[in-house]
């Protein structure tokens, strides 16, 4: 789209009056407008044709604002979503800012308002529209682990078959994802990241989807029976040949596999080839590397001064036990970025960054705020789960209905978690 055009724009409103407003204004605009008035009418439209921008309201009559954004952008990651909210849900739409919305429009509504709203989300996007085959997915370091890794994908990368990404939680198995990619047949294509929440249980929008393209699904030992056995179809009668597929699990799934809850057949067919992501605690030889790697990354990306990481700082980075992983310390290393004003960053503003973390460690009931949200709330389901298996003395069936789950719903999730109920 260049920079005279205008955009085609999809409204998202459950409210008639409130979408039938903007379409008037936008459209005298000169903008194409479409507009929806539920989730499932909204996935119609995107289904039909992808729009440049989207204004999308906190609450729908049948889904919330915040599910539908990360559901989108697990499909289309560059989509373009502005948030619109009334005054008492604010926090939920800078929420969804953090969740890859470009901003949001405060209600009620004003020409002027959504003007500039919709003015500054379509510049927003042209600054930072960078063709993505451009970009560099090489994992950082030279560590014998690390120089492995890079090797064994550069020589499966142009192979059709199913990997598997094996490793805790903030390893980087999205970025060794995202590096196999950038090597692969399908490079020219898309990135598409799926959850087992979104993961399609259509075949035909499953195979449209992946064609040309690279499909990225975390969590795959929480994949449903449904999902499963479809994936497993398609797989045995190559209907997804033409893409690039990547699976990505927190722990091991052959436990999964013996207690009947991830198909045998599965995992066999994407299991083949396989890798391990080790903890940032067993190659910390890495870390000036990637000190220096997320540097540069932040300061270029949020226009930063450029700070630099004494010896002394760098070896306290080196003895720190990383729970969170290599996720963990780029988290830091942006925090120590914008909050400090010196050009050296000292072993004492490293205590102080670090102490929060090493606090939240210190009890098993505490969570690490220093985590983005999907990993802090992966943390807090751990505590929730392990509290629940502790009232019942490790009885998954009890536990299951204290938390309101499904047994088989909480036996994935247990395995997801790494969490065996017998040792509880």
Not at 7 to 19: H, N
Not at 400 to 417: I, N, Q, V, W
């Amino acid at each position: 789209m260049s920079t005279q055009e205008k955009p085609y724009i999809l409204v998202i409103d459950d409210e008639p009056a409130i979408r039938e407003l903007i379409q008037d204004i936008l459209q005298d605009e000169g903008h194409q407008v479409t507009t929806a008035g539920s989730g499932d009418a909204a996935r119609a439209c995107i289904a039909q044709r992808l729009p440049q921008l989207v204004l999308l309201d906190i609450w729908m009559p049948d889904i919330d604002g915040i599910t539908l954004l990360r559901e989108f952008k697990q499909q289309e990651p560059d989509i373009n979503v502005v948030m619109m909210s009334g005054h008492g849900t604010i926090e939920s739409a800078i929420e969804a800012t953090r969740l890859g919305a470009s901003d949001f429009i405060e209600k009620p509504l004003s020409t002027s308002k959504l003007l500039r709203g919709v003015d500054n989300a379509i510049s927003k996007q042209l600054k930072l529209a960078t063709p993505q085959k451009h970009q560099n997915y090489e994992p950082v370091g030279k560590s014998t682990e690390t120089v492995l890794l890079r090797k064994q994908a550069q020589r499966v990368a142009k192979h059709n078959m199913p990997i598997l990404f094996i490793g805790e939680s903030g390893t980087g198995k999205r970025c060794f994802a995202n590096y196999l990619h950038s090597l692969s047949t399908v490079s020219e294509g898309k990135f598409i990241e799926l959850s087992p929440e979104s993961f399609p249980v259509d075949s035909l929008k499953l195979a449209a989807l992946a064609q040309h393209n690279c499909l990225y699904l975390h969590n795959v030992a929480q994949l449903s029976d449904k999902s499963q056995t479809l994936l497993l179809h398609m797989l045995e009668n190559n209907k997804l040949d033409q893409s690039q597929l990547i699976f990505a699990n927190n722990g091991r799934l052959e436990e999964a596999v013996t207690n009947g809850l991830f198909n045998e057949t599965l995992f066999y067919k994407i299991n083949s080839i396989t890798f391990f992501i080790p903890k940032l605690a067993d190659h910390i030889e890495d870390i000036p590397d990637l000190i220096h790697h997320f540097v540069d990354q932040h300061t270029t990306e949020n226009q930063l001064p450029y700070r630099h990481f004494s010896v002394a700082a760098q070896n306290r980075l080196r003895n720190y036990p990383w729970p969170g992983n290599v996720l963990e310390l780029k988290n830091i290393i942006q925090r120590l970025l914008l909050l400090g004003d010196d050009d050296e960053i000292n072993e004492a503003d490293i205590e102080q960054a670090l102490r929060p973390s090493e606090e939240s460690q210190k009890a098993n009931n505490t969570i690490n705020y220093e985590l983005p949200l999907r990993e802090a709330r992966e943390q807090f389901e751990r505590i929730y789960l392990l509290y629940k298996l502790q009232q019942t003395a490790g009885n998954v069936g009890k536990a299951a209905k204290l938390a309101g789950m499904e047994r088989t719903h909480l036996y994935r999730k247990l395995r997801s978690l790494d969490i065996d109920a017998k040792q509880t």
